[in-house]
């Protein structure tokens, strides 16, 4: 799925466009105990709590493609008879009214979601009347061919709030807050099929994670019989370790900057495209040799690839390995930062034998949020 087919299906999350048929839920303890289910018709909730859960469906769809959105793409064997695809279609087609199916759903996120909190397991079902497009983009309600029919899960944590006083008005006096549990936006969901091109997609599901970092691989695995996607630090990681493994030597600040520099643009380039911006084994390869790879270096590229990237089947997140808003160097005591597009400020000079770089201080300068004057020195040729 792409930004606008998400940006589509989150855009009927109000009550005039509601797609929802059912709302089915499941309050899960510390303990893994099925507290509390409920079950009923999505338009028979109260207004004030229709809106609250289109808040959390909302949340269950937001984030960055590749970061907290992933499409996962089912194994074959889970379209078989049993398996976690032919298992979650069943359930879509129940439209979420078959009971015994229901708690075989729950049974299965208690017994792969790894919590020690309290949490609650919201499962909508909705059908949506997908609307033709004319050449200038504009849907025809009227002109509909299609129904997309889908399952919705958002686990959301349910805390207790935080302890405080308050005034009760029976009684006319403050006095200690009472307190009770809380249902908190989401922290993992996922749609079931997805919505690709705009159309029922079996084959595959929209993956959520609020922490990007922490994307509960096992219950994915568990859950959806999918090969966990690597974490956008994870994807980082990897970039990094093919550019120095790969370069070595020539593996310089230059370089490096000029990397950057060329994911940067490529990102400008293509902001306004739907389709988020990837990297395969043979974009990597074709970055580095641009950017002044030799040959021998690029001999090594598949080896070291497989090593870091495993088949490279699965694509890096350019959003994931390059940060358009800052420009960074480290060393073990100092960190320097720079805006993007004033890396040319920065100089590599070799003094009295030792690498340096070098920063103009001849604009207003801070120390600890204190204007200074740089001190003069001797000048260096």
Known sequence: MNKKEISEIRRLFTPDRSPFTRICGCYVDGEKNKVMEMKEAFLSLPEEDMFKYFEIFKKTLSGSIGKNLMHL????????????????FRLKSSGLKDDTLLEAFY??????????????????????DIPRRAKDGMEM??????????????????????????????????????????????????????????????????????????????????????????????????????????????CTYETVKSIHESLAQLMEE???????????????????????????ALEQFDTEFEQAAGDGQAPLFVSNVVNTRKFEIKTPDINISVKPDRT???????????????????????VNGIPVKPAHTEEYN
């Open 270 to 296: 293509r902001k306004d495209d739907p389709e988020p911006l990837t990297l395969m084994r043979e974009d990597v390869k074709n970055l580095l040799e641009s950017t002044g790879a030799d040959a021998s």
């Open 107 to 128: 049974d299965r996120v208690i017994e792969s979601y790894r919590e020690t909190e309290n949490y609650f397991i919201i499962l909508v079902h909705g059908a949506y």
């Open 141 to 250: 309600f009227d002109a509909s061919e299609d129904v997309y029919e889908f399952i919705l899960c958002s686990i959301c944590p349910v805390k207790l709030s935080k302890p405080g006083l308050s005034y009760k008005a029976e009684t006319n006096a403050i006095n200690e807050r009472i307190r009770d549990r809380v249902v908190e936006p989401p922290v993992s969901g996922f749609l079931f099929p997805a919505f690709t091109d705009r159309n029922t997609d079996l084959h595959s599901i929209l993956y959520y994670s609020k922490n990007p970092d922490e994307l509960k691989q096992e219950f994915s695995q568990q859950l959806f019989g999918c090969d966990p996607p690597l974490t956008a630090a994870s994807q980082k990681e990897t970039f990094n370790t093919l550019v120095a493994d790969t370069l070595l030597d020539g």
């Open 344 to 366: 040319d400020l920065i100089e590599t000079r070799i003094l009295n034998g030792r690498p340096y770089f070098l920063i103009p201080a001849d604009d207003s300068v801070e």
């Open 73 to 88: 793409e089912f194994p074959l064997e889970q379209e078989a008879e049993g398996g976690a695809q032919e298992f979650l």
